[in-house]
Nanobody, 122 residues
């Protein structure tokens, strides 16, 4: 069982930056793949980024590639999402998720945080 708590969301102007954090409970954090997803109003939840157990491998959605960076600190049981050059279309609730297998599909993830709102003004 893994419990996830996101933080770091807020209101930012276009072109600005935010850093999201996701703190995980439990002693097996390093055995989980960690992903970030987002959901805008009226839209389905979509993949943003994923990181492997050790952090050596990452993968991004085309919409965020080159602007977002996912990282993890297994000693702190925390995964991060650094978001730069933010655009109004990045406005969404951002969720972190954990699973044993690497996937970009939200349906594959067993554990979810409560989400943190990111709003980018134009």
């Amino acid at each position: 069982q893994v419990q996830l708590v996101e933080s770091g969301g807020g209101l930012v102007q276009a072109g600005g930056s935010l850093r999201l954090s996701c703190a995980a409970s439990g002693r097996t954090f390093s055995s989980y793949i960690m992903g970030w997803f987002r959901q805008a109003p009226g839209k389905e939840r979509e993949f943003a980024a994923v990181i492997s157990w050790s952090g050596s491998s990452t993968f991004y959605a085309e919409s965020v590639k080159g602007r977002f960076t996912i990282s993890r600190d297994n000693a702190k049981n925390t995964v991060y999402l650094q978001m730069n050059s933010l655009k109004p279309e990045d406005t969404a609730v951002y969720y972190c998720a954990a699973d044993r297998r690497l996937s970009t599909s939200p349906h594959e993830y067993d554990y979810w945080g409560q989400g943190t709102q990111v709003t980018v003004s134009s």
